[in-house]
């Protein structure tokens, strides 16, 4: 199957600063990508250089075969882009319906499914954005880069400050992305127990670079790197636990 | 998509009865102060300059203290057309409006550029250019004496101007009125609501698919062309044209009139000629050497105190009062608050 995504060599970061270094990234149609990484590790800075809001130092992004190295972000969005912020960063002066029909694309995301998929969103559809918790802007804002009709999801640490109960709704819905509608999806999450179960494939970031690619499945019980990398697969009390999930 | 989008544009654009209690008041005052027309028309002209400043101030969030630079030109425009080629209005209208869009097109790629402070100084640098060339190309504008010999013939052939401004009021009203429509119609549209995207936030409107650069040239040009029309009402309503046309008080002034009345909602604009000019012609009968001193306080006085804290207060007045008319409106609000 060919790549949907394809990124080569990407350095990137701001003004003079070089936060990632030679970032090579491939992603076919339906595959989910789990990007995991400590903190200041420069997550959040490659999916900003995806959809163009970085200073490119070098390397090349092609979305579908179309070279988007050079695009504005409007145009990567158009072209298939659909970027969930870190902050959520919904439009909090236009009502939840607003924040939708004013970006929406035509494609078979529209209002109607979106509100089957976030039933609390159609409940909520004439609040300002600023009224919504942040769960409900968290849906908003993963409901507004449906809209856009994409062909890769960008989620930037989708369950970070949200409530337990939230963070298990909210990665059930990205799991029926993924696995049922199948979206092609990369996923920045500082912990990898919550998306290793819903990815295919996985990559750490280590000070800019990318250390270590496994597939999901595999990283999950490879409590040798989650521990070198994250830190994670040791729990408190010094006994090996590898991270799961239930969904 | 389009079903449920196109129901919200709708609702959106649905009009409310205090909508038409308000432009029925306004067409009523034609015959309700038949001694009120010269500063009635005076208001309408100054509503639709207001109005233009909002679509790219209180939707797009682009400041700017160079309007008077596309009314001028509208004025002028309309003034040296009127005067030398065709002196039927609607004609006139629509040409100055069409060169001020032009000048708007022309000149939004400077404002584009740089933050708030980069456009409040460009837009200003614009107006101030626009004013020296009036005065220095004395041989078609007049100068510093103004455009004399201005003479409109009748709106289409019908409608003579009167010297007690009731024609004039008329027909500014009937320009304002159309115009409000489309502009409330661009505003409930997705390029509407996507403008107040990037008023909110101009980086993560571009990141989510809004073409915020095209956006602001289309808006600005819009606006550019509103307020040329604007510039051009006073010009034949009046029928001589100045360099106070071009003036920075003028630029100064329609601000004004949106910080009063509000920005981001088109009747702010309306409204605020309507207190701005009323105002001052109450402080100038009162004090006529000290108006300016009043108007000043108001102005302290309301940003200090907040416009849209009192308009708050006022709308959650108005609601406790409905709900207090119809029991259960009240309950069901609050269910749908978080």
Known sequence: ?247 | MRDRAEALILRRARWRPAEYVFWLLAFAALVLFPDRHLILNEIAILALFAVSLDLILGYAGLVSLGHAAFFGFGAYAAGLLAKHAVAEPVIGLVAAGAGAALLGFATSFLVLRGTDLTRLMVTLGVALILGEIANQAAWLTGGADGLQGVAMDPIIGVFEFDLFGRTAYAYSLVTLFLLFVAARRLVNSPLGLSLTAIRDNPLRAAAVGVPVNPRLVAVYTVSAAYAGIAGALLAQTTQFVSLDVLDFHRSADVLLVLVIGGAGYLYGGIVGAVLFRLVQDLLAGLTPQYWHFWIGLILVVLVLMGRERMTSGVAALARAGVDRLRPGAGRATKELRP
């Open chain 1, 1 to 247: 199957m060919p790549d949907l995504l394809a990124v080569e060599n990407l350095s990137a970061g701001y003004g003079e600063a070089i936060v990632i270094s030679e970032v090579s990234l491939r992603l076919r149609n339906g595959e989910a990508l789990a990007v995991l990484g400590r903190n200041g590790t420069g997550k959040t800075t490659l999916l900003n250089s995806l959809i163009g809001v970085t200073r490119r130092f070098g390397g090349t992004i092609a979305l579908d075969g179309r070279d988007l190295t050079q695009a504005r972000p409007e145009q990567r969005a158009a072209a298939g882009f659909g970027w969930v912020p870190q902050e959520r960063n919904i439009f909090r002066s236009l009502t939840v319906e607003e924040n939708l029909t004013a970006v929406a694309r035509p494609g078979p995301w529209d209002l109607s499914r979106i509100y089957r998929l976030f039933p609390r969103l159609e409940e909520r559809r004439r609040n300002l954005g600023s009224q919504l918790s942040g769960g409900e802007q968290q849906m908003l804002a993963i409901a507004r880069a449906l809209v856009l009709n994409p062909r890769v999801l960008l989620l930037d640490e989708p369950t970070e400050g949200l409530a337990p109960i939230i963070v298990e709704e909210l990665l059930r819905t990205l799991k029926r992305l993924v696995r049922e509608e199948g979206l092609a999806a990369i996923v920045v999450e500082q912990h990898a127990h919550k998306v290793l179960a819903i990815t295919d494939n996985a990559v750490i970031l280590e000070r800019g670079r990318i250390v270590h690619a496994a597939p999901s499945v595999e990283l999950r019980s490879d409590s040798v790197a989650l521990e070198r990398h994250l830190g994670v697969a040791r729990t408190a009390g010094g006994r090996r636990a590898a991270p799961s999930v239930s969904l």
